[in-house]
Every structure is written in structure tokens, then in C-alpha cells.
């Protein structure tokens, strides 16, 4: 079973009540909230999957609907409030640093409104075409997450800190592990650590 996105109010739902019958519950599956660009979207997206095969659940607002109608009808408040949604229904969260970050109107916002909260939770991306010296200066306080190898270990951290293999095998499910994956799709974006 991958996680799945909680942006997704339908296949949430549908993968909710499949969980309820195996007794697992959101505390169960932990929620990464993805902070991006715009234009990074397919990043984002490839970012937001591979985090899904490793069991975890994401908020990736690509597919929020709620989000898309208010960014439509150009209502700021209801946006804000999506994005507020999203953040409190996410203990974790990734901000993806590109060069394109600098130019977002809402990854500020994203990070403002988590930092404190998210605290250690929180962490950043960096996409190996920026250099970290180019980084906000309000971002440089976090832990920055350079490739793969640092994204699984954060992983497996999140895995490993919400018992995940454990609760996952008692519940008769299968437990996939990091193994899975001897070439990383994500290395075209990260460094190589």
C-alpha cells in the first residue's frame, strides 16, 4: 500500500475507508506537506510520488481542487485558507529550493506560517541547479536536504519515529523498504552526497 495524496479529497476518502477496515489510521501514516514553485512543478510531482512509494502520505496542492477553484476566481482569503489546510493536516513538511523559488508568492507564506510549528519537521530540497549560497537567508535555518541520500534518511527517520514497518505488519500489510529503488528517479534534480 503507497500513501497516498490527502490533497485528493476523492482517492483520500476512498484510501481512508480502505485503511478503517485494516484499522489504520492517519496517525498511523504520517503527512508530508510539499512547498513549491509553480514552475516546479513537475519536480513537485516526482518529489510528492516517490515519497508515496515510500509509504507516507503527502499534501501536494497540484490536485486540490478547493485550492484550484479559489486561485480561479482570484479569492487570496480562500487560497491562504487552503494553504493553511493543507500545512494543518501535515506534521512534516519539504520546501523545494530551486532557482525558481526566489520569484514564488506563496512558498514565503508556506514557511511563515509552519516554521514554528514544524519546527525539525521541516525541511528544505535543494535542487542541484541553485547554489546554496544564492538561498533566503530565512531559509538557511533549516536543515537542508542535499540529495537522495539525505531525502531517504529523512525518510526512513519519519518511518522509523511512526512505526511504520510495525504498524503496517500487524495490520497484515506489505512493508516496502528504501531498497526498492537502485537508481533514484530523483537524482536528475539532486546532487549526488
Known amino acids: 500500500m503507497d500513501g497516498v495524496n490527502r490533497a485528493l479529497e476523492v482517492d483520500y476518502l476512498i484510501?481512508?475507508?480502505?485503511?478503517?477496515?485494516?484499522?489504520i489510521s492517519d496517525d498511523d501514516i504520517p503527512c508530508i506537506f510539499i512547498s513549491y514553485q509553480r514552475r516546479d512543478e513537475d519536480y513537485a510531482s516526482e518529489?510528492?510520488?516517490?515519497?508515496?512509494?515510500?509509504?507516507?502520505?503527502?499534501?501536494?496542492?497540484?490536485?486540490?481542487?478547493?485550492?484550484?477553484?479559489?486561485?480561479?476566481?482570484?479569492?487570496?482569503?480562500?487560497?491562504?485558507?487552503?494553504?493553511?489546510?493543507?500545512?494543518?493536516?501535515?506534521?512534516?513538511?519539504?520546501?523545494?529550493?530551486?532557482?525558481?523559488?526566489?520569484?514564488?508568492?506563496?512558498?514565503?507564506?508556506?514557511v511563515g506560517y509552519a516554521f514554528d510549528e514544524k519546527g525539525d519537521n521541516m525541511k528544505l530540497l535543494r535542487h542541484k541547479e541553485i547554489n546554496k549560497n544564492t538561498i533566503p537567508d530565512y531559509l538557511k535555518v533549516k536543515e537542508m536536504l542535499q540529495g537522495s541520500s539525505s531525502l531517504d534518511e529523512f525518510l526512513k527517520t519519519i518511518r522509523k519515529n511512526?512505526?511504520?514497518?510495525?504498524?503496517?505488519?500487524?495490520?497484515?500489510?506489505?512493508?516496502?523498504?528504501?531498497?526498492?529503488?537502485?537508481?533514484?528517479?530523483?537524482?536528475?534534480?539532486l546532487d549526488n552526497e
Not at 16 to 22: E, G, L, V, Y
Not at 59 to 85: C, G, M, S
Open 162 to 189: 511512526h512505526l511504520i514497518y510495525e504498524n503496517l505488519m500487524k495490520k497484515g500489510e506489505e512493508v516496502k523498504t528504501f531498497s526498492e529503488y537502485t537508481n533514484n528517479p530523483l537524482n536528475k534534480y
Open 15 to 23: 484510501e481512508k475507508s480502505i485503511r478503517f477496515f485494516s484499522q
Open 47 to 110: 518529489v510528492a510520488e516517490y515519497i508515496k512509494s515510500k509509504q507516507l502520505d503527502v499534501y501536494f496542492d497540484l490536485e486540490d481542487n478547493d485550492l484550484k477553484l479559489q486561485n480561479q476566481i482570484v479569492n487570496p482569503k480562500e487560497v491562504t485558507n487552503a494553504i493553511r489546510n493543507g500545512l494543518n493536516k501535515s506534521q512534516y513538511m519539504i520546501v523545494i529550493i530551486s532557482p525558481n523559488t526566489i520569484r514564488s508568492p506563496w512558498v514565503p507564506f508556506e
